[in-house]
């Protein structure tokens, strides 16, 4: 990883942490996968942290421009998936 990931400065530290969890997360879908459980939970604690659809879709796509993944279609994926099912973006 040779990038740096967005965040806002007025997080807390713990949502800092947390939302890295969320970018880690989207990463491990497209490297290896990630149980769709295990990502749904780490995608609704972002949600908590990052409410507004708007907010989201701006850190989302600078996400996307820095690493190449996407975050919308990778939740949109496990959204779409049964309970227990690994996530796999290729």
Not at 4 to 31: G, S
């Amino acid at each position: 990883m040779e990038y740096q990931y967005p965040i806002d400065y007025h997080w807390t530290t713990d949502e800092i942490v947390d939302v890295i969890k969320f970018y880690e997360a989207i990463e491990r879908a497209y490297e290896k996968g990630i149980d769709r459980d295990e990502l749904m939970t780490i995608y609704r604690r972002f949600k908590e942290i990052v409410p507004s659809k708007a907010e989201e879709k701006t850190i989302c796509g600078e996400f996307e421009e820095i690493s190449g993944y996407s975050s919308y279609k990778t939740i949109t994926k496990a959204k779409n998936a049964s309970p227990g099912e690994k996530i796999l973006i290729k």
